[in-house]
């Protein structure tokens, strides 16, 4: 070893030892500070949808600071110097709700309004709509650092309407949306919808041999079969804007060439988001079982991500519970290139090692159904009523290796 690789390797060793300082919008939450609280409260006073605010720390201080780190890997997904930037607003309306997928060929985010709310102004006469963003807007606004400006959100107005959506994914160069469906006629139904023709929309599945689906929530690709896999459960029933489940609660697997539609799990009280690890060795489902919509809460039903091995022929066995989530429940999810899981949840997003250890969580302090990477280091947000725009380290699992072509 000559002298120079000598200090090079000493000074290696400091940059790797020497913990870097926090970032300015990081902050760490020792688990430690609120294994004993002075004071527990009962359940009337807080439960499964109430806001923890660790001891030490006020909801001001959770947001002003938002990337908070659990555990030090948390620090190899922020990077140095992570940021949070408001890209678009509403006042009531909950427009970024759901279906939040990157088109990297468009370079655009397309997303979903909430379907059930009063606010929403949908119900049973009126479809929640689509719209988008283009990203080149929110590097620009980013660039500019002072978040005093929006993107502009554009209606897509496919010539067929995507009728309440809810989930979507890429597939082969286009967008796979999954619908719930509309009052007692309209079906719940599968669509595909192409960015490069216009957002022009053709319905791709709407039954299970004769039967309507309950309302299908969200969908993902297999990248080592490239079928989709899609939750079904009762909500729009419990939201008023569909009749009375006819089908259990279940995954299902839709291979688009063939038309073939098999159950793959079943046992859920509401099953709700689905997603792969980036090797394709586990599919990662969560139950929403806690939140029955307009019926209310029940919090000794599921608010768990279950996590299951995908066998070779593209069945799932042996389901475990990868992690109980703290607040409200755990709905859209995804996996970054080292098979991090992702959840958004009642106050931002969880971010879990593969173990199911919680690393860390963006700290929104209100609700986030679904977000999505939209390329190396950023990620787009849906909160409701607010669109977020996050840069760091973190990239998503492939999505375009999965778009198989036949
Ligand atoms: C749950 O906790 C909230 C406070 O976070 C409280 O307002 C609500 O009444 C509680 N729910 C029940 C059913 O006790
Ligand atoms: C839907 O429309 C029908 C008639 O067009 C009306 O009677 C009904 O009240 C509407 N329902 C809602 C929830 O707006
Ligand atoms: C935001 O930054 C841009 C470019 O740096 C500048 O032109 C604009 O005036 C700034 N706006 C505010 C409100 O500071
Ligand atoms: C929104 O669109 C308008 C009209 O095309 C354009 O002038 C404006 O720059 C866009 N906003 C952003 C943030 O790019
Ligand atoms: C658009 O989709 C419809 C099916 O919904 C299809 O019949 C039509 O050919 C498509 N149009 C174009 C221009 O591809
Ligand atoms: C909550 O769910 C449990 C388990 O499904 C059930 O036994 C209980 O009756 C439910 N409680 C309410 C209030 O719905
Ligand atoms: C599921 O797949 C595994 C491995 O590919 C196979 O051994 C098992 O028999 C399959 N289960 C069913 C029900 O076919």
Known sequence: MSYKSMILSAFVYTALTVKADIPRYAQKIDPRSFAVLDNVPTGTQFNGTSHFIPPGTTSDSLKAKPFHVYDDAFYDIIGSDPTLTLLAHTETDPIFHEAVVWHPETNSVYFAQNAGPVAAGTGLNKSAIV????????????????????????????????????????????????????????????????????????VILNNFFGRQYDSLN?????????????????????????????????????????????AVADGFHMTNGVTFSPDGMYAYVTDTGLSSGFWGYNYTNPSTIYRYDVNDDGNFSNRQLFAYNEIRVPDGIHCDKQGNVYVGNGDGINIYKPDGLLIGRIYLGTTSANFAFTGKGKMVVCAETKLWYVNWNAEGADITSREYTG
């Open 131 to 202: 719209q988008k963003i283009y990203l080149d807007e929110a590097d620009k606004i980013v660039a500019q650092g002072n978040g005093s400006c929006f993107v502009n959100v554009t209606t897509v107005n496919s010539g067929q309407q995507v009728i309440n959506p809810n989930g979507g994914t890429n597939f082969r160069g286009k967008i796979v949306f999954t619908g719930e469906g509309q009052g007692d006629n309209i079906a719940p139904a599968m669509y595909l919808v192409d960015p490069n023709n216009n957002d022009n929309t053709t």
């Open 218 to 262: 969200d969908v993902a690709v297999n990248p080592r079969n490239h079928e989709l896999y899609f939750t079904d459960g009762p909500f729009g029933w419990v939201q008023n804007f569909r009749p009375n489940p006819v089908l259990p609660t279940q995954v299902y697997r839709f291979n688009y060439d063939t038309g073939v539609v098999r």
